[in-house]
T-cell receptor
Framework: QKEVEQNSGPLSVPEGAIASLNCTYS??????FFWYRQYSGKSPELIMS????GDKEDGRFTAQLNKASQYVSLLIRDSQPSDSATYLC????????????FGSGTQLTVLP | EAQVTQNPRYLITVTGKKLTVTCSQN?????MSWYRQDPGLGLRQIYY???????DKGDVPEGYKVSRKEKRNFPLILESPSPNQTSLYFC??????????FGPGTRLTVT
């Protein structure tokens, strides 16, 4: 079982729709969770961090965390073509010296 | 400006010719890491460092070396590059337990 799992996609949504990206993790003791956006050939860029159960909103982005279900998600409202990218889920696993464990990413395409 | 820098950004070299990719951060971060990214394989960690003189292997360390003599610098050394090390390389840094910040990437081609 992978430590951090994401649906690889590709996920396609029409412009203006809500894109929902999901991530599950194996370590129940994990404390910190991050979402990165990566455009093709570019470096990952942090877009959201979340540390406690519930929702955290930042503009069009909402991160949702459910530690009991070991599940973190990212919602993108009013999706734009410029949101087309790969989204990486990253988890800081308890006691891991490696700090962050990354999922393999979900490729999102927003269709005009 | 807080940033992670990498040099060179692009490099084409030949098999067996030693090379170094530099990484530097100006955020006083304890943690630094190197990743490689290949199509369909996601980010794979090569080496990481928790602090000066403390380094450890990641998932794919074979064929690579690192050193951490100063807090701000974490160079990646390929002693004898091979074509299977052709990849996109990222350096990242962070405070312990916090989000990582990535450099712009180095695209390496080994012929």
């Amino acid at each position: 079982q992978k430590e951090v799992e994401q649906n690889s996609g590709p996920l396609s949504v029409p412009e203006g729709a809500i894109a929902s990206l999901n991530c599950t993790y194996s370590d129940r003791g994990s404390q910190s969770f991050f979402w990165y956006r990566q455009y093709s050939g570019k470096s990952p860029e942090l877009i959201m961090s979340i540390y406690s159960n519930g929702d955290k909103e930042d503009g069009r982005f909402t991160a949702q965390l459910n530690k009991a279900s070991q599940y973190v998600s990212l919602l993108i409202r009013d999706s734009q073509p410029s949101d087309s990218a790969t989204y990486l889920c990253a988890v800081n696993m308890q006691g891991s010296a490696r700090q962050l464990t990354f999922g393999s990413g979900t490729q999102l395409t927003v269709l005009p | 400006e807080a940033q992670v820098t990498q040099n060179p950004r692009y490099l084409i070299t030949v098999t067996g010719k030693k090379l170094t990719v530099t990484c530097s951060q100006n955020m006083n971060h304890e943690y630094m890491s190197w990743y490689r990214q290949d199509p369909g394989l996601g980010l794979r960690q090569i080496y990481y460092s928790m602090n000066v003189e403390v380094t450890d292997k990641g998932d794919v360390p074979e064929g690579y070396k690192v050193s951490r003599k100063e807090k701000r610098n974490f160079p990646l050394i390929l002693e004898s590059p091979s074509p299977n090390q052709t990849s996109l390389y990222f350096c990242a840094s962070s405070l312990i337990g916090q989000e990582q910040y990535f450099g712009p990437g180095t695209r390496l081609t080994v012929t």
